[in-house]
Structures are given as structure tokens and as C-alpha cells.
């Protein structure tokens, strides 16, 4: 059955072979021809082959085991699309030409007038300054030298002691110093009691806006490297504190001659004096 078997599938497949290439075919056909009519080729024909049979095995096929390996993805990057990016139109306007037809009076133009300049003068800082030596209106004396003050007095007093101060005002230059005046205004811890200048001298008293008492003493001249003196009597406040230091300040200075400011400074003693062992 298997030998049938076998030849029948070798006569298809020379059949399709045969059906496929016919010169082929006619010298296989042509051979076979001469093959079988060989007599030793029929006699071994006819002879008989034992086949021996075959012992079947069991053969144990190993499972394949397929492996699957993912592929990694691959990310290719696609392009941007293209952007058209509009550009913007650009009208420039063209000016008007108004030209004018034959036999038309043309329209007037405006032709812009440029703004006259005008030079606005700058604010001058004019100070006046009144020099404080010159008391004579309209007149302006610089001044050749300078006045010199002195003053004395306590250095301590109580609340409610009269004390006395005392000005020594010189002309310390070559000429004659003239309208010399004093001027004190006085600290809010005194009160005066009297004013008394020297050599001809006047006192007066000017009250300012502030309640304050000013004293002046006043000399027409005073020769030079000359000096006068004034004294001034105030009384001490009776609430004045107990260690306050009281300030007094003046200032001498003539028609000709400028200012010079002298001071004094009289102490208050403690409440409580201190203890000496």
C-alpha cells in the first residue's frame, strides 16, 4: 500500500511536470521506452524485494515555546506644520493734492505759523539786607572793623537773688565807632529791675511780640581803642528748677563797626547738696 502510494504520487508529480515542460516529457517518455524493453531490467522487475518493516518510535517533541519580543516604539518626531504668520497690510495715505480745474480759484493752504518765542525772565532772588549796625535811613556803611563785647557775672545764684550783670563794650580799631549800641534780650528766668549805661550812655527797653523784654544800651561815638561799660539788675525767677543753667546772650555793634556776640551762663544749685565726708 505505501510502494501504490509512492508511485502514484511520483506519476502526479511527473504528470504536472509533463503538462508543464512537453520536451521534457517526450524524453522522459522516450526513455522509459528504452528502459522497458531491456530484458535484464524485466527480469529484476520481476523479482521480489522483501521490505522490511519498520519499528515505530515514540519521539518526543519538544514544545516549542515561542518568545515574544515587543519592539520597542519608535517616536519620530513629525515636523511642525508650517505657519503662515499674516503680515499686516500697510496703507500709507497719500496726501490730498486738491488741484485745483481751469477757470477754479485754488483753496487757501494752511501753513502752520511756528510760536513766536517769548523769554519770560527768570525770578531774581533780591534780598534786601538791612545792616543791623546802620539805623540811618538810606544809608549803607560797610563795616571797617569789628565791635568787641564783654560780660560778667555770678556764676550761681537761688531762685528770687537779684544779681547784676555787667557789659564792657570796646572799639578795638583806630577810628571812632559811632551809633554803638548793646542789645540783650532777656531770658525768661529774669526779671529786670534797672538798666544804667556809662560815658553818656541811654537804656531803654522794647517789648517783643513774644512777651519778651529787650534791654538797649545806646552811645552816640566811642573813640577808638576806647571801652564803656553798662550794668543790668534782674532778679531770678522764684520757680526756677533747681540745677537749671540760665543762659543770657547779647550782641555790640556800631553805625561802622560789625556785630560781636558775647555770653553768660549762671547756674541754679541742686535740690540736694551733696554730702562731703
Not at 505759523?113 to 525772565?121: C, G, R, S, Y
Not at 540811618?136 to 571797617?144: A, C, D, Q, R
Not at 569789628?146 to 578795638?172: K, R
Request: glycine share 4%; proline share 16%; hydrophobic share 35%.
Amino acid at each position: 500500500m505505501n510502494r501504490n502510494r509512492v508511485v502514484s504520487k511520483h506519476l502526479v508529480r511527473l504528470a504536472r511536470l509533463l503538462l508543464k515542460q512537453w520536451p521534457l516529457a517526450i524524453a522522459l517518455v522516450m526513455l522509459s521506452l528504452a528502459f522497458f524493453s531491456n530484458p535484464a531490467q524485466a527480469e529484476r522487475r520481476q523479482q521480489t524485494v522483501p521490505i522490511p518493516t519498520p519499528t515505530p518510535t515514540n519521539t518526543s517533541v519538544p514544545a516549542s515555546t515561542a518568545t515574544f519580543t515587543p519592539a520597542p516604539p519608535t517616536n519620530t518626531p513629525v515636523p511642525p506644520p508650517a505657519t503662515n504668520t499674516p503680515v499686516p497690510p500697510t496703507n500709507t495715505p497719500a496726501p490730498p493734492t486738491n488741484t485745483p480745474r481751469p477757470g477754479e480759484t485754488p483753496p487757501p493752504t494752511n501753513t502752520p505759523v511756528p510760536p513766536t518765542a517769548t523769554n519770560t525772565p527768570a525770578p531774581t532772588n533780591t534780598s534786601t539786607r538791612t545792616p543791623t549796625a546802620t539805623r540811618t535811613p538810606g544809608t549803607v556803611v560797610t563795616p571797617s572793623f569789628t565791635m568787641f563785647l564783654e560780660m560778667d557775672a555770678p556764676f550761681g545764684a537761688l531762685p528770687g537773688q537779684e544779681i547784676e550783670i555787667v557789659y564792657i563794650v570796646t572799639n578795638p580799631s583806630t577810628s571812632s565807632a559811632t551809633n554803638v549800641r548793646v542789645r540783650n534780650r532777656l531770658p525768661e528766668a529774669f526779671t529786670l529791675v534797672s538798666a544804667e549805661a556809662d560815658d553818656n550812655g541811654t537804656a531803654t527797653l522794647e517789648t517783643e511780640t513774644d512777651g519778651s523784654t529787650v534791654v538797649l544800651f545806646d552811645w552816640a561815638t566811642l573813640g577808638p581803642n576806647e571801652s564803656t561799660t553798662a550794668t543790668l539788675t534782674v532778679t531770678v525767677a522764684e520757680d526756677a528748677l533747681p540745677g537749671d543753667v540760665i543762659d543770657n546772650l547779647a550782641v555790640a555793634f556800631a553805625e561802622n563797626g560789625a556785630p560781636y556776640t558775647a555770653g553768660v551762663s549762671i547756674g541754679l544749685p541742686p535740690a540736694i547738696l551733696p554730702g562731703f565726708n
